[in-house]
């Protein structure tokens, strides 16, 4: 089981800046081919600023940057984890080379199955340099227990 004593808890805030390499190799992955993603005169075509980050990269950004410290408080095995489900409201579009401020807290544990699953919901309001929101990220943690 989780510890439940950590609902609530503000984890440690971070910045993260997306670089034109990194939306490459995201496009590259996840088989995204518009070209919006990938060439700034496209982009800039399309009416943008410059690359926009493109859907659910915030998500990965967060991954790369995220502190385990607050894993260990909860408990987290991290060979018994699974990646429950993730969900993004967006209130503005991110650039490449945009400084992002990460803010995130865990939101919700609860079990499962009798207790053989835990769940750990992770909510993170992400702002751009100017504090103008860019988006609410949700994520939920599987943890199986015993």
């Not at 408990?75 to 209130?91: D, P, Q």
């Not at 544990?109 to 100017?130: C, P, Q």
């Amino acid at each position: 089981m989780l510890n439940k004593t950590i609902i609530g808890k503000a984890l440690p805030s971070f910045y993260a800046t997306a670089e034109a390499g990194q939306l490459a190799l995201f496009a590259k992955a996840t088989g995204e081919t518009n070209p919006v993603y990938l060439d700034e005169a496209a982009a800039r075509d399309a009416g943008h600023a410059g690359l926009p980050l493109p859907p659910t990269f915030l998500f990965s950004l967060e991954l790369t940057q995220s502190s385990a410290e607050w894993r260990e408080e909860a408990g987290i095995i991290a060979s018994r984890i699974l990646h429950g489900e993730e969900s993004f409201v967006y209130h503005r579009i991110a650039y490449a080379g945009e400084k992002l401020l990460f803010e995130s807290r865990i939101a919700d544990i609860y079990e499962k199955k009798g207790g053989a699953l835990s769940f750990l919901v992770r909510e993170t309001r992400v702002t751009n340099a100017r504090g103008e929101h860019v988006a609410d990220l949700r994520s939920v943690l599987v943890h199986r227990n015993g």
